[in-house]
């Protein structure tokens, strides 16, 4: 037989990689032990097979003999097979999807923990090799390596236990069988089972050929069809601004594009798949007959009963289905190698961008205070250099004004100083409480309640409504203190003022020791923004805060100014 589609040693390592360790986890004891049980039941259901195959000699032979008795006593026996065969049948299933979703859950908080580890979500998005869709990969991936692992993995247990039984079984009906061939004639021992083998050869080769283009159109498949639905989720989420340009048919020529992609690589896949089920169908339906046809000749010949006929026949049936796995498994095989291709890579990138991450050692834990910074050199991704000799020193209550033209790297060096930027070298020194809160030009609202829209990403400590209500009051949202127990989708509820006024909120009820802000009042009004800086003053005296922003009104809310111009070169003034 030929190996299974697109699997080779580098195949069988990445799925081992994907697989060993829940094996070794802390569920391992509990993994291993449904494993045994599940594998138990299923050589207990070949067994049952054996059995049954048994069974029918007996039962067609009785029946040739017009034995009443035997007849009845037959059936009877055919009721207690039937009972085990449908106990073991459900439980078999039932004991592998228990350990399926038991997998599943424990991949599903590996690729989670990871995905969010380091800010991993954010750093993917800044490399060439962007993993497409990650979170598909965690969710649609992961379900599917976990059922296609164990469903073919147990499927092959069956073949292999099945064909060990049956073969004995088969060998020993096939009787043997003379070739004459001039005056050497050949004896040919166990002829029905060299028969299956070279019948179940033949449809594994014609099935490699014909569905081996299956695994591509598969893992493009999956990527087509995540790009198609990540793109509606974008339009829900930017709804709004959609609206107010009028782009529904520029949306819609998106979608259809996008869409089109995934019609066309499915139409490649049905048509494979429709050839691959004319080889499949007719192959199967042959092999009902074939074996029929191969024993005829014991038969006719009286050398075997009725019963001992049919039992030839579902013996080979037996052993050519054991044989011919590959041929009723192709399709599922090459979707499975298309989910490992496609985790292979995510846990790669994921890889990748750790080690990039973790070359930020340049970062350091200090004893101090305050905030050092020397001999700072942004890059961007591409290798164009924005920022270079920073010197800066920060300490505890100072606030620093960032400022220059767009894209000259005042956003980038928050993110540097905030440990999520990779590309850059030289020296910063944080202090040793990291108690840093972001206050970004658009805040980010999760799905809940309003109070934990407010209290977003968890207060260090308990905060009662009343606290809360009063920084909603200090930051002019009155009109939201009913609210705090309706769950909303707050994006799309609120305007992007309301928004930053939430993120002040925030602010207010962290209470955080350094306090960064990019263009945080960027949609608000002269005056309230002036009110919630002073505010800001105010209530978080011992507070750093470091601004970015183009307004010149700012300069008034800040002690120092650091004007950058994309160049490379910088400049520090006292305000």
Known sequence: ?????????????????????????????????LLAVIVTLNLAFVYILVLINKWFNRFYSALQNYDKTEVFSAMGEFCLLAAFYIIVAVYKLYLRQMLEIKWRRWLTQKYLTAWLKDQMYYRLQLTDNYTDNPDQRISEDLRLFTSYTLQLSVGLLNAVATLAAFIAILWQLSGTMVIPIGNHPITVYGYMVWVALVYAVIGTWLSHKIGKPLIGLNFDQQRYEADFRFSLVRLRENSESIAFYGGERREEQGFIARFSKVFSNYWQIMQRQKSLTWFASGYGQIAIIFPLVAALPRYFAKEISLGGLLQTAQAFDKVHDSLSF????????????AVVDRLTGFVGNMREVSGLSHGNDFIRIGSAPGLDVSELQIDLPDGRRILSGLKLSLSAGDSLLVAGPSGSGKST???????????AKGNITLPATKDFLFLPQKSYLPLGTLREVLLYPGPKEPVTDENICAAMSLCKLDFLKEQLDRVEDWSHVLSLGEQQRIAFVRALIHKPKWLFMDEATSALDEPTERALYTLLKERLQGTAMISVGHRGTLNSYHKKKLTLDGAGHWSVLNL
């Open 1 to 33: 037989m030929r190996r299974l589609p697109g699997v080779n040693r580098k195949f069988l390592q990445d799925t081992w990689n994907l697989t060993r360790d829940y094996w070794h986890s802390e569920e391992k004891w509990q993994a291993r032990g």
């Open 413 to 423: 060096l928050l993110r540097t100083l905030s440990g999520l930027w990779p590309y």
């Open 326 to 337: 590959l041929v009723t498994s192709y399709a599922t095989m090459a979707e499975w190698k």
